[in-house]
Every structure is written in C-alpha cells, then in structure tokens.
C-alpha cells in the first residue's frame, strides 16, 4: 500500500478523522464505478447504472468503517462483495423484478428441483418442458429472460445460513468462534463438491462469472456460443446449485 494510503488509513482508524475518510472515499470511489459499469452491462436497460453507483456508494462507506489495513487484505478485495452486494441490496428493495417472470423462474427452479431430487442426476431440458407442459423452445426462452434475477443468485445467502454465500467470500476476521469456522468450511466443500457435479459448460460459465467476473459477452466469446445460450445456461446452472445444497444439508 503507497505510503500516502497507509498514512490515511492510520488517520482515519486511529484519530477517526473525518478528512482522511473523505480522501479515502475520493481514492475508492472508482471502484464503486467499476463495478456499476460491470452490472449494468448485465441488467436490463430499466435499471440505471445512476442507481447501481448510489447503491454502491453505501457499500464504499460500509467498507472503509470495516477494513483492517493490517489483515494483509487489499481494499479492493474487501470491498468489491460489499459494494456488489450493496447494490444488490438496493434492486431488492425497489422490486425490480415483474411478479410474472419471478413466478415462473420459481416454476421452472421447482421443476428442476423434483426431478434431480427424483432421478439423482442433472435434470435435461426435455424432462422439465415436459414437466412444465411448454416446448423445450419455450424453456429456453424462458430462461435467457430470467437470468438477470439469477445474477444476484450466487450472492445470497445459502438457505439457513445467513453468512454464507453461495459465492465464496472472503472469512469474516471478526468471527472467532471456532466451531462457526468449521461449520463455514464444511458447507464451502459442499459448495465445492456440488460445483463439480454440474454439466461441464454450466461448472466452465459459473466459474468464468462469478470468479473470474467475464460478462455474457466475454464467456460468449470464449465458448464460441451465443449470448443467449450463455443466459441460459446460466440459470440452469443456478438452480442445480440451489438445489443441490438443499439436498445437501
């Protein structure tokens, strides 16, 4: 960290100087810029990446109250879950999603989710069509639309787990329970082992998206398919996941 940094740092978290935090805002608000570019390219157009930087803004704030420069932990690490999810945050309050695509997208979850349960395997597309009495163009359809709700998928807390996300992020320093720790990791090698049993191309865009943080176009490009296929892909890979810790716990 620049030797300006840290002095700033060290100003704020020992003094609680107003002025250094203010420069730290000014240093960090790029990233909150970043990040609502990076969203905003994935959201439909309804929703203004204005909105993802206010939102983002309060995540910025929540970060410098929290960091601790001597965890060895770069900022823009700390930070980017808080912000994302900060801006996240913001969508749900405002209801962004129409009741009639969040309906189905619960159909279509649940219809995956009794047929893995029944069969024990990935559920095909032709089993769920069936299931939901609509052609397989249909389901496709379907879910290229609904991908922008999953985006914030992998960001919400496992059911039962409010600090555990289906993304990994990073350990909360200020937790030292030990058996909270050992229960975390357990729950992340279920996280692991239920990533690895997903059809391949599904296991390859989790990975490009959620870690890697490549946009629809970019996974596109690398796996030589279209946007669309990537969209759908994506949602289906976002209910195996669902589903599979549920059956897990």
Excluded: C
């Excluded at 219809?111 to 496709?140: C, F, H, P, W």
């Excluded at 176009?217 to 690398?222: F, M, R, Y």
């Excluded at 195996?240 to 810790?245: A, F, P, Q, S």
Aim: charged fraction near 30%; avoid cysteine.
């Amino acid at each position: 960290m620049p030797i300006e940094l840290s002095e700033l740092w060290g100003q704020f978290i020992n003094n609680g100087s107003m002025e250094a935090k203010e420069a730290l805002i000014v240093e960090y608000v790029p990233i909150v810029q970043k990040i609502a570019n990076q969203m905003a390219g994935h959201f439909p157009a309804h929703i203004a990446k204005d909105d993802l930087y206010g939102y983002g803004i309060f995540g910025l704030l929540e970060s410098i109250d929290r960091f601790d420069p001597n965890l060895g932990v770069p900022f823009s690490y700390f930070a980017g879950k808080r912000i994302k999810g900060a801006m996240i945050d913001g969508l749900r309050k405002e209801d962004w999603i129409p009741t009639a695509l969040r309906k189905r997208a619960k159909q279509i979850e649940n219809a995956y989710k009794a047929i893995e349960a029944a069969t024990g395997r990935n559920a095909e597309d032709s089993e769920v069509a069936e299931a939901l009495e609509m052609s397989e163009e249909e389901l496709q359809s379907w879910l290229s639309k609904i991908q922008f709700i999953h985006l914030m998928s992998l960001d919400e807390p496992l059911p039962g787990e409010d600090e555990l996300y289906v993304k990994e992020s990073l350990k909360d320093p200020n937790s030292p329970d030990p058996l909270e720790q050992v229960e975390s990791e357990e729950m992340r090698d279920v996280l692991a082992r239920a990533i690895e049993e997903l059809p391949d191309k599904e296991k390859l865009i989790v990975s490009l998206f959620y870690y890697e943080e490549l946009s629809n176009k970019e996974i596109a490009h690398v796996m030589e398919l279209s946007e669309s296929r990537i969209s759908q892909l994506h949602s289906k890979a976002v209910f195996r996941l669902r589903n599979k810790m549920l059956r897990y716990r």
